[in-house]
């Protein structure tokens, strides 16, 4: 089975003025802070998305606020992959984030498989910590406050195009188009990232 997610910029904006499609693997199940979790997923960016001149999101782990980006978020920026993590301290400190461009990025018009591995803690407590691997190579191995106080995070993948909303992004190329060819989230029972690789076709 293989998902395509498509928008145009024409399509109606959703909240945050973001054309976007999606998919939320469970509406009830949350994710738990200071828990080890694994994602898998196999994706294919054609080019035409690839490159175009915007800033979007492929997959997230959302947080429960109403307040804030994602604990991780895979992007697309100007036509390059990349990380982003975004955190709260808490105590009046406010939303921070930072974002990670992998030296060896995922390859457009072809199937991609990318891993997460992360602990989720908003101030880097108890160990938290963010690594991705892209194809086989490990690309991130981050350390520090990745996630805002208070839970309800659940993760949500497929196409945001954050550019139109606001009037900007590349209207040169009006559509989008991103195929999910496998997509899995399990928590850490002492996995290694080949095994974790193994999940997807």
Known sequence: MVFRHAVKSTDPQTAGNVQ?????????ARLEKDTV??????????ANTFFANDASSLAVI????ACCSGNWGLQLNRGKFTIAKSWDLGAGAGEQNQWFVPTAQPKPDQWNKIIVQWKANNTGANGAFLRVWINGVQVLDDK??????????YPKFGYYNWSWGTGGGDFSRPEREVFWRSYYLVKDAGYTSEQVTALLE
């Open 37 to 46: 979790y694994w994602a898998a997923m196999e994706v294919l960016i054609p």
């Open 62 to 65: 959302h947080i429960g606020a």
């Open 20 to 28: 976007r499609v999606d998919v939320v693997p469970s509406t009830t």
């Open 144 to 153: 520090g406050p990745n996630t805002v106080p208070g839970g309800g995070d």
